[in-house]
């Protein structure tokens, strides 16, 4: 089939690898966002998935919205047979979605109806999940509603971070894209509405959602900041000034007020509202990531001084 692929972020990468590689399908242009600016010096850089589109000469189509007339004129003159999605982060109108003759083919992780929304993977470790996955689905205009054609499923690990679980999904989400363009193809491949039972919404976490209550359950504070890293990163306060955290260890039996800090030569042990959890990274605010240990040299915290 002729694909146009539309994705941003490195997530992408996988599935547009893969389709690049098939020998039953051909890319003929990439969709993604605008460059924007990143990095130190806030330079104008392309996204992940148009420098890889650049790289095997692929041409890159960059609308501000996928409903402007001009860009629905390019879609348009390309012939498109489906239009495989990952992780595109923009909203298409139903006159964009209406050029394919297949549609438009999702890869989202989760196993839905389950996380509908823009952060799946952050909400079902925040939520304590055991099991996540990816799903393909044809789109529609409501939010991750289409009907669904394929899933793979992943257990979540104890130490997963939302950068983790979504680096393992991106690999097997893509072989499960690859699949179900094959099934579409061949006429073999069914999508199937999903259930009505089950729903369950995944808003983007912001800066101020990962700030961390140290009034929690030890439990929460580690699925938070696992759900959180590497982004936004999940944060607390010290002195006035703000501290990333990274992922923490529950420390069964032991005991602390909330936020209290306990500083010793090679721990650091920060209480909850119920054990105490053991500090891995931290990144002071204007500053490099570094160990718990370092930086509680650097500060040396006082006998009663909490965080937060």
Same mark, same amino acid.
């Given at each position: ?5 539309? *994705? ?20 003929? #242009? ?5 460059? #924007?600016?990143? !990095? ?9 998935? +148009? ?20 860009? =629905? ?12 999605? $990952?992780? &595109?982060?923009? =909203? =298409? ?24 929304? +823009? ?29 669904? &054609? ?22 097997? *989400?893509? @072989? ?6 094959? @099934? ?7 999508? /199937? ?32 900041? /696992? ?5 936004? @990163?999940?944060?607390?306060?010290? /002195? @006035?000034?703000?501290?990333?955290? *990274?992922? $923490? ?5 032991? /005991?602390?007020?909330? !936020? ?15 054990? #105490? ?20 040299? *650097? ?6 001084? $909490?965080?937060?």
């Amino acid at each position: 089939m002729r694909l146009v692929f539309a *994705g941003t972020p490195e997530t992408a990468l996988p599935s547009l690898r893969t389709l690049i590689d098939s020998p039953r399908h051909e890319v003929v #242009a990439v969709i993604t966002r605008p460059d #924007a600016q990143s !990095g130190r010096g806030r330079k104008v850089h392309p996204s992940p998935v +148009a420098a890889l589109a650049e790289e095997a000469g692929i041409e890159v189509l960059r609308p501000q919205k996928a409903g402007d007339p001009a860009f =629905l004129d390019q879609l348009r003159a390309l012939e498109p047979d489906c239009c495989p999605v $990952v992780a &595109y982060g923009a =909203l =298409l109108p139903q006159s964009a979605l209406d050029v394919p003759r297949h549609g438009w083919i999702n890869l989202h992780f989760s196993v839905l109806p389950a996380w509908r929304g +823009a952060a799946p993977v952050q909400h079902a470790i925040l939520h304590g999940d055991e099991i996540t996955g990816a799903t393909t689905f044809q789109i529609v205009k409501e939010l991750d509603a289409g009907p669904v &054609y394929g899933v793979v499923t992943e257990e979540i690990r104890a130490t997963d971070t939302s950068g983790t679980l979504l680096e393992r999904l991106s690999v097997s *989400g893509a @072989g499960l894209l690859a699949a179900t363009l094959d @099934g579409v193809e061949d006429g073999t491949l069914e999508a /199937r509405p999903q259930p009505a039972d089950g729903v369950t919404i995944a808003p983007k976490i912001n800066v101020d959602d990962a700030r961390i209550d140290w009034a929690k359950p030890a439990m929460h504070v580690d699925r938070l900041v /696992r759900a959180c890293t590497p982004n936004p @990163g999940a944060w607390t306060e010290f /002195r @006035g000034r703000r501290v990333k955290v *990274g992922p $923490v260890r529950v420390v069964p039996g032991e /005991r602390l007020a909330p !936020g209290r800090i306990a500083a010793t030569k090679t721990t650091v042990l920060v209480g909850t509202a119920t054990h #105490a959890v053991e500090l891995g990274e931290v990144q002071p605010q204007g500053k490099r990531l570094m160990g718990a240990g370092e930086w509680a040299r *650097g500060v040396r915290p006082e006998g009663e001084e $909490v965080f937060g």
